[in-house]
């Protein structure tokens, strides 16, 4: 991505519950981090799987087939509905961590909300919420936040660095999305979130 348009997707602004429900969306533009994130996603994506193949992983990667192969998007946007999500991590930051992490399977949703789409995770102790928004014709822009633990609200996106989620959606199947967060702020060099839908 040589050239990246304003992002002004609808977002959180503080007001987004762990539920999903947006009160008050904003309107905001990716930070000047998160701008250099989502240009250097294939950076993130080449990186970690080098690194995972040099860890032993090559046979799992194979396996996951186009969900781990960086040019792999088709185009076309991911329907509102219920997913099954499950998320790989690539690469790693520091020696001693893993460089190849796949977990098992949990539940989401992509809702229809204001001008763009409601990401959400429903469960577990990391929860990415956020907002998809049309980027061109092969992919989507994502802009969140990560709640933690029993928090109840997502933070205001740009509020704490730490925090920030930006990515891409991308279709890579006939029912297979994935949405791309590279250069998260632990452990990875990319995350690789795969969705389902469940229906």
């Known amino acids: 991505m040589k050239h990246l348009?304003?992002?002004a997707a609808l977002l959180l602004g503080g007001c987004v519950s762990a539920s999903g429900s947006l009160s008050e969306p904003a309107r905001l533009t990716a930070t000047d981090s998160d701008r250099q994130r989502l240009r250097d996603w294939r950076q993130a994506f080449t990186a970690g799987l080098a690194g995972?193949?040099?860890a032993g992983h090559a046979e799992d990667i194979r396996k996951e087939g186009a969900l781990l192969v960086p040019d792999a998007a088709i185009g076309g946007g991911i329907p509102n509905g219920l997913y099954r999500c499950r998320v790989v991590k690539l690469g790693a930051r520091q020696q001693e961590m893993p460089a190849y992490i796949a977990y098992p399977a949990f539940s989401c949703r992509v809702a229809a909300s204001g001008r763009g789409q409601l990401f959400t995770k429903?469960?577990?102790s990391q929860r990415p919420v956020g907002m998809i928004a049309p980027r061109d014709q092969l992919?989507?822009?994502f802009l969140g936040t990560l709640v933690l633990g029993d928090e109840?609200?997502?933070?205001?996106?740009?509020?704490?660095p730490e925090r920030d989620l930006a990515g891409w959606v991308e279709r890579v199947g006939d029912r297979r999305w994935r949405l791309l967060l590279p250069y998260p702020r632990f452990e990875s060099l990319i995350d690789v979130v795969e969705l389902v839908p469940t229906q």
Do not use: F
Not at 152 to 160: E, F, K, P, S
């Open 122 to 124: 429903l469960s577990g």
């Open 52 to 54: 995972a193949r040099a």
């Open 139 to 141: 992919r989507s822009t």
């Open 152 to 160: 109840l609200r997502a933070m205001a996106y740009g509020t704490d």
């Open 5 to 7: 348009a304003p992002l």
